[in-house]
């Protein structure tokens, strides 16, 4: 078969929903890590249905071409960069929402329907689904496949605890349904879970059966300046402790938070003694049912960051709070603007985030280099922007911050993925056995290895 009757076969699939080398949108052809990759995929397919992806990855396994599932392209590890000469399968043809059970608090969606989409369309239903990583235009394949966390984790978990059940598509071309829309089940391995967060490497994700909360019409923001970080982080485990179950516990480094005023909209209102003496800022979202419990809830959360060393205690509502949320969602895009080399995500138990600091501003001094942060730190999980423009001296030094946080019992990605980024540092800290199990795994999934080649734990280098 020649070059042009293996493309026709692809146009006939998709019903012409495909291009080829020369004819891509610059936009398929990368995500939001911040390491350019130019790459040329043979051919990026718009699949419709089900159906239609397994015939991709057969006509993928017949003619020996490797696949990339891309979702939205907002992952920021690499994950979904194509391979030269590759097939890319994205999925923002497939966003339909095919039913809401209200009773049960159930969704089912397509794998390609974003965030955003989805909440508006569980408007009025009293119900939302509660994972809220930072950035809305992601899909619900994506944050499967990358087991999204976000602001809210601490309060409503990651991707992964609001996911009942899968339909997927093997390499074989073979569609299976895991899982379903109950909340519980004792009955085989839980292929479901083993899916989620496997980086597009085990199967391709078309539709998804999700657990959906009910949405509290009480919600209060509390900004908390502290002057110094060790107290912001070491506060963390008490509000946790207390049962007030805040639904964010952010914090933010008075530098990281100084770039946030300048770039956005966001007036903090700081009174400017105190701000002359906060080193960090954390803050708490309560929601709760009703007026009074707020109130209640607000209070104890004050006395506790207050016993804590907080310097002051501000309560913002509706426009402000929201203003608050939204900027602290684009500390990605200033510290890219502001020129960072990289973003990590390491995660920690919550206890040791304090120690883990210190140990970050150690090595960072040691390696001169300049690591400014924020982070879910009610969940552990620390965001660090790197600067440090040699990159053998800022590789040593990644090394060693993944060291540091993986001794302290954590990991090192928390909910980014390890994509093509990290890979390397992965493989250089995991246990050998850990690895080669899942190495295994991954081949009876794909024996062939062509389903995101190069990256998560592949032995293989390539592009
Ligand atoms: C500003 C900003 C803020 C962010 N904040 C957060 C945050 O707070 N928390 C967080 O967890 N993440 C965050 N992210 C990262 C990103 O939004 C998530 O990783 C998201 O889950 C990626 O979804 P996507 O659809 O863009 O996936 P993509 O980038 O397209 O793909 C991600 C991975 O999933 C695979 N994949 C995608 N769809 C499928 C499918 N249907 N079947 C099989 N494999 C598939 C890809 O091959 C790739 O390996 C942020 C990103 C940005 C740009």
Known sequence: MNDTERRNELISIVSGDVTFEGAHSPEDLHDESLH??????????????????????????????????????????????????????????????????????????????????????????????PVYPGELSGSIGGNVNTNAGGMRAVRH??????????????????????GGPVVKSSSGYDLTQLIIGSEGTLALVTEVTLKLSPVMSFAATMLVPFSDLRSVTSVVPT??????APSILEYLDVLTMASLERGTELKLGVDPTILEQTAAYLIVVLETRTAEQLE?????????????GALDVYVLEGAAATQLIEARERVFWMAKAAGAHEIL????????????????????????????????????????????PDEVRRNELLLELFRAGVNLGGAISGEHGLGLDKRGPYLAL?????VELQRKIKHVFDPSGLLNPFRHLDERDGD
Not at 117 to 122: D, I, P
Not at 158 to 174: A, C, I, P, Q, S
Request: proline residues 5%; charged residues 15%.
């Open 239 to 244: 509000l946790i402790a207390s049962g007030l």
């Open 36 to 129: 350019v990759r130019p790459r040329t995929p043979l051919a990026v397919a718009r699949p419709h249905s089900s159906a239609e992806v397994a015939e991709l990855v057969r006509w993928a396994g017949r003619h020996q071409i490797p696949v990339t599932p891309r979702g939205s392209g907002t992952g920021l590890s690499g994950g979904a960069v194509p391979v030269n000469g590759g097939l890319v399968i994205c999925f923002d043809r497939m966003r339909d929402v095919i039913r809401v059970d209200a009773g049960d608090h159930v969704a089912v969606v397509q794998a390609g329907i974003t965030l955003r989409e989805l909440n508006e369309q569980l408007l009025g239903t009293g119900l939302h689904y």
């Open 345 to 388: 995500d390491v995660v920690v138990p919550r206890s040791a985030v304090p120690t883990f600091l210190e140990q970050v501003a150690d090595l960072a001094t040691h390696y001169g280099a300049f690591v400014a942060g924020c982070g879910h730190v009610g969940d552990g999980n620390v965001h660090m922007s790197v600067f440090q």
């Open 296 to 308: 209640n809830d607000l209070v104890a959360a004050a006395g506790l960051v207050s016993d804590a």
């Open 157 to 178: 978990g990651v991707t992964r605890h609001h996911v009942l059940g899968l339909e997927v598509v093997l390499m074989d071309g073979t569609v299976l349904k895991t």
């Open 430 to 434: 995991a246990d050998p056995a850990l």
